[in-house]
């Protein structure tokens, strides 16, 4: 079953541009983790956010998290085309051991 | 280096083949997982262990077998019996005590069936 609900499912921009992301999820949860995946390759962990945290940077990443509306928001500042990838957001659920996945959003930065 | 291996990379089977994707790795976490991905979709779990000798079902494990005989290895057997084997299979690691479930992944391993 998927949790995260990715929007948009596909996302150009020119390189400089910001890209925004969007993640709505059904359940409670413990954390939200934003990953990133280059084709054909394994997934990378980007950021973390804890259910209690309303917003988290790293570098030019910045991560929202609304627990009321179940939605979180990956926004990635100046872009650059080694940017391209697809960007997943996973839950942790609230006293559960399972990460769960949507189905991911795909970023092509142009030069 | 620290990490997770999988092999092989790529993978032809016939239909009707069992056959095994590796895992193994050297992080010392306790828990691994197995993921299917499929193109332009998500990562769906297929088994998971928390610790040696003990595993769970994820939500798609139909026709996929696992075993956990020691920490540092996961490695999943495609059955026979799994309709549509083809897809990009992703193993995965994280901590228990005292983790956020962050995940660490392998390169992948992928599947066709001819």
């Known amino acids: 079953s998927q949790q995260g609900e990715e929007d948009p499912q596909a996302l150009s921009i020119q390189e400089g541009e910001n890209a925004t992301m969007n993640c709505s999820y059904k359940?409670?949860?413990?954390?939200l983790q934003w990953y990133r995946q280059n084709s054909g390759r394994g997934l990378v962990h980007l950021i973390l956010i804890r259910s209690n945290e309303r917003e988290k940077h790293s570098g030019r990443l910045r991560v929202t998290l609304d627990t009321s509306k179940k939605s979180s928001s990956l926004l990635i500042t100046a872009s650059r085309a080694a940017d391209t990838a697809s960007y997943f957001c996973?839950?942790?659920?609230?006293?559960?051991?399972?990460?769960?996945f949507g189905a991911g959003t795909r970023l092509f930065v142009k030069a | 280096d620290g990490g997770i291996t999988q092999s092989p990379k790529y993978l032809f089977r016939k239909e009707g083949q069992n056959v095994t994707l590796s895992c193994e790795q050297n992080?010392?976490?306790?828990?691994m997982y197995w993921y299917r991905q499929d193109p332009g979709q998500g990562l769906r779990l297929i088994y998971y262990?928390?610790?040696?000798?003990?595993?769970q079902k994820g939500d798609i494990a139909e026709g996929y077998s696992v075993s956990r005989e020691k920490k540092e290895s996961f490695p999943l057997t495609v059955t026979s019996a799994q309709k549509n084997p083809t897809a990009f299979y992703l193993c995965a690691t994280s901590e228990v005590t005292g983790g956020t479930g962050e995940l660490f992944f392998g390169e992948g391993s992928r599947l066709t069936v001819l």
């Open positions: 262990s928390q610790i040696v000798n003990d595993f």
């Open positions: 992080l010392n976490h306790d828990a």
């Open positions: 359940t409670s949860i413990n954390n």
């Open positions: 996973a839950t942790l659920n609230t006293g559960g051991f399972k990460t769960i």
